[in-house]
């Protein structure tokens, strides 16, 4: 859903149209991870926009593929 984003809610919409008119099976958890890495991936891509913005480039300008993030807290503050 990333790479086709046009895309996105005609395949979600298919998704839910099995769901409710045919009466299919769905895993409440699939649609949860589905969302999830839409979410995950729309944070992935402006990741990778920041890292060309500021030149943190490795080939010749070309973009770099952030492949794993992961959300941290920082604490800011005197080390002892």
């Known amino acids: ?3 086709c984003k046009h895309l996105k809610y005609t395949v979600l919409e298919n998704i839910m ?3 409710v008119f ?3 099976k769905l895993r409440e958890t699939f649609l949860q991870e589905i969302l999830s890495q ?3 991936s729309g944070i992935r891509a402006s ?4 890292l060309v913005s ?3 480039v ?3 300008g070309e973009r770099e593929r952030v492949i794993i993030s992961q959300w941290v807290e920082v ?3 005197s080390v002892t």
């Open 17 to 19: 149209k099995g769901v």
């Open 38 to 40: 839409v979410t995950d």
């Open 22 to 24: 045919e009466k299919k």
């Open 1 to 3: 859903m990333r790479i």
């Open 47 to 50: 990741l990778e926009a920041f």
């Open 54 to 56: 500021k030149g943190l």
């Open 75 to 77: 604490q800011f503050g």
């Open 58 to 60: 490795f080939d010749d």
